[in-house]
Every structure is written in C-alpha cells, then in structure tokens.
C-alpha cells in the first residue's frame, strides 16, 4: 500500500467518525495546504466541489461582515 493510499484510509476513517457527530446528509472535506509546495496539497471530499466552493465563499463573505 502506497503512503497515499495509507492516508486516505487514515483521513477516510476519521471522516467517518466526524460525520458521526452531525444529522444525516451533511457533506465532510478535509483539506491540507502546503504552502509552497501546491502539488504536496491534499483533498478529500464527499462534496460537489462547486457547492464546496460555494460554502468557501459563503464562510468568507460571513467572516468579513
């Protein structure tokens, strides 16, 4: 098993149990930045990535009023 496949299985597990935690349905994405180094980023998701995007700026509008 390849160290990416390890931590899919390791975030995937963790996903799982945060999920746990909410009302059925909800969407989970786990995201890991490494500055500098873009193809070193990580993202993991049972979303649409365009209605993530959404939620993204939506949070970003929030924060700025």
Avoid: W, Y
Wanted: proline letters at 5%; a negative charge; one cysteine or more.
């Amino acid at each position: 098993m390849s160290n990416l496949e390890n931590v899919q299985e390791t975030v995937s597990g963790h996903m799982d149990a945060i999920v746990s935690c909410f009302k059925p349905g909800v969407k989970i994405t786990v995201l890991v930045r490494s500055p500098g180094f873009p193809g070193r980023d990580f993202m993991m998701t049972n979303d649409d990535h365009d209605e993530l995007i959404a939620m993204i700026e939506r949070r970003k509008r929030a924060d700025m009023s």
